[in-house]
């Protein structure tokens, strides 16, 4: 029973964007929150970007903040992470994730239920 299902990921230059669309089942889009995370070679994994699904907070790692934009179409069960002024730095896998998490003052606490099989992003310079 797949719940998530990511698409969008590819390579770009340095400076280039992309969009990444996370598609939900029902019962991961009834989750409280959906996030995207990412993990590049030899690094751990990393917070990207969370919303609330029931409303419209969001919450960026400070290493995206002002180049990503985390959102949601209920409507389609989908999230999207449109992510511009790329770096090389930006290279990873991203997954979709759903479940439970909160975010305050910058911190990210997170209990994800489902995630997605990842989709690999490389940006060259």
């Known amino acids: 029973q797949v719940h998530l299902v990511e698409s969008g990921g590819g390579s770009v230059q340095a400076g280039g964007s992309l969009r990444l669309s996370c598609a939900a089942s029902?019962?991961?889009?009834?989750?409280?929150?959906m996030a995207w995370f990412r993990q590049a070679p030899g690094k751990e994994r990393e917070g990207v970007a969370a919303?609330?699904?029931?409303?419209?907070?969001?919450y960026y790692a400070d290493s995206v903040k002002g180049r990503f934009t985390i959102s949601q179409d209920n409507a389609k069960n989908t999230v999207y992470l449109q992510m511009n002024s790329l770096k090389p730095e930006d290279t990873a896998m991203y997954y979709c994730?759903?479940?439970?998490?909160?975010?305050?003052?910058?911190?990210?606490?997170?209990?994800?239920?489902?995630w997605g099989k990842g989709i690999l992003v490389t940006i060259s310079s």
């Open positions: 029902g019962s991961a889009y009834r989750s409280r929150c």
């Open positions: 994730a759903a479940g439970d998490c909160a975010f305050v003052a910058g911190t990210f606490n997170y209990a994800m239920h489902y």
């Open positions: 919303v609330y699904t029931g409303g419209s907070s969001t």
